[in-house]
Each structure stands twice: as C-alpha cells, then as structure tokens.
C-alpha cells in the first residue's frame, strides 16, 4: 500500500529566506509525486509533479522538488521565501497505472508560516 | 474558463438527517474524483467516476455513503443518517481523463450536529 508522510506539520521561516518542506513516500512500484498548496479558503492547487524523466522538477511560484529513489523522497523547496507563499502544502502519490495517474493519496499537510 | 465548483459551500445538518453535495466538474473533463479531509488531515480519496460509471468507490466509508454521475458531468455524493463524524470538507477533483491532472474545487465544510 502506497502512504506519504510529511515531516513537520508547522514550519516557519523568514520573509528571504530557504524554504524546505520535506515528503517522504512508500510505494512498491515508482508512483507519480505531487505538490499541492492550499490557500484559506481555496481549492487545492497543483505546484508540480513528477512522473518520468528529469528528477528535479520546477513548478509555479519558483518552487521545485527532487525525487530520490534512493531515499524515498520528494522534497519541496524555494530558495527566498515570500509573504504570499504562507499556505498549506500537501505531498500526494498515485500509481502509476500504465502511464497514467490514479488516485491520488496525500500527507496530512505542512502549514507553512512567513514571517516579515 | 470556469473551475470545478461545489454547491453548498457551507452546510450544517443535524446527526440522523440526508445530505446532498453537488460537483460541478471543468467542461469536457471525463473523470471526477471526491475526497474528503478532515480537520488536521489531508484529503482522503473517496470514490472515482469516469464518465457516469463509478470506477472506483473503495474509499467510501460505508454504505451511507453513495455518489451518482448520472450524465457524465455533474455529480452529487448522498450521505444517508449523518453522523458527527461525517463533518469535514468534502472535496470534489475532476481532470480530462485517468491520467490527466487534477483540478480541485473549493470544496463544500459539512458540519454535523
């Protein structure tokens, strides 16, 4: 059975500063990864994804992530944090079906806090 | 052009009552997911349609819970004889098929009393 867990379910940092959200995912066969955030009162957005290919994987808003096998992970990350970036991020996987994705299972969240 | 949208966006029920969330999925798109999360949680896959059949229901808690798709666009998801712990934020995703992605809507807060 596939699971995800998000380490942290706070992290603050400064407004400039190196934003590290860390997923680490289980999977008996290579899944698809996902980042998605949510702003109060919104919908989830999808940041990126990875499913084949290039394992450094670039998204919106200047985020990227690195899939590791070797450690079973898919860490998000930015290098100069903003106010606007304070939201929820979700790490989520699905089977990789054929080529094509499946339902997605995600982690229970990192509330991400930006201070001035 | 228009996202997913989900009617109510609040709804507060008593414990025993029948509700009913509607989806609106984006145009054209052929697969539509619910999720529901709750407080603290991430979301939690509940059942999937792909065109007006339910491909996959193997996250839906119990047979309270049941979701219909009956054109291949909107889709309702029906809980029978609410329970307290049926309160979260039930999600709704829809995308252009199995493998496209998926865009979710604000989601509808069921609260039950």
């Known amino acids: 059975a596939q699971s995800v867990t998000q380490l942290g379910s706070h992290v603050s940092v400064s407004e400039g500063a190196l934003v590290l959200l860390r997923c680490n995912y289980s999977?008996?066969?290579?899944?698809?990864l996902f980042w998605y955030v949510q702003y109060p009162n919104q919908g989830l957005q999808l940041l990126l994804k990875?499913?084949?290919?290039?394992?450094l994987v670039k998204g919106i808003n200047g985020f990227e992530a690195e899939f590791k096998k070797s450690e079973t992970s898919f860490h998000l990350t930015k290098p100069s944090a903003h106010m606007s970036d304070a939201a929820e991020y979700f790490c989520?996987?699905?089977?990789?079906?054929?080529?094509?994705?499946?339902?997605?299972?995600f982690g229970k969240g990192t509330k991400l806090s930006v201070k001035p | 052009g228009a996202g997913v949208s989900q009617t109510p966006s609040n709804k507060v029920t008593e414990k025993g009552k029948y509700v009913e969330l509607r989806c609106d999925p984006i145009?054209?798109?052929?697969?539509l997911y619910w999720y529901r999360q709750s407080l603290g949680q991430g979301p939690e896959f509940l059942i999937y349609?792909?065109?007006?059949?339910?491909?996959?229901d193997s996250g839906l808690p119990n047979d309270r819970f049941f979701a219909v798709r009956p054109e291949g666009s909107v889709s309702t998801l029906k809980i029978q004889r609410t329970e307290r712990g049926d309160s979260a934020v039930y999600l709704c995703?829809?995308?252009?098929?199995?493998?496209?992605?998926?865009?979710f809507g604000p989601g509808t807060r069921l609260l039950v009393l």
């Open positions: 995703a829809s995308s252009s098929g199995r493998g496209g992605d998926q865009y």
């Open positions: 999977s008996s066969v290579p899944p698809y």
């Open positions: 990875y499913t084949t290919g290039a394992t």
């Open positions: 989520a996987v699905s089977m990789n079906y054929g080529g094509s994705q499946g339902n997605l299972i």
């Open positions: 145009s054209g798109h052929t697969a």
């Open positions: 349609f792909q065109g007006t059949g339910a491909a996959d």
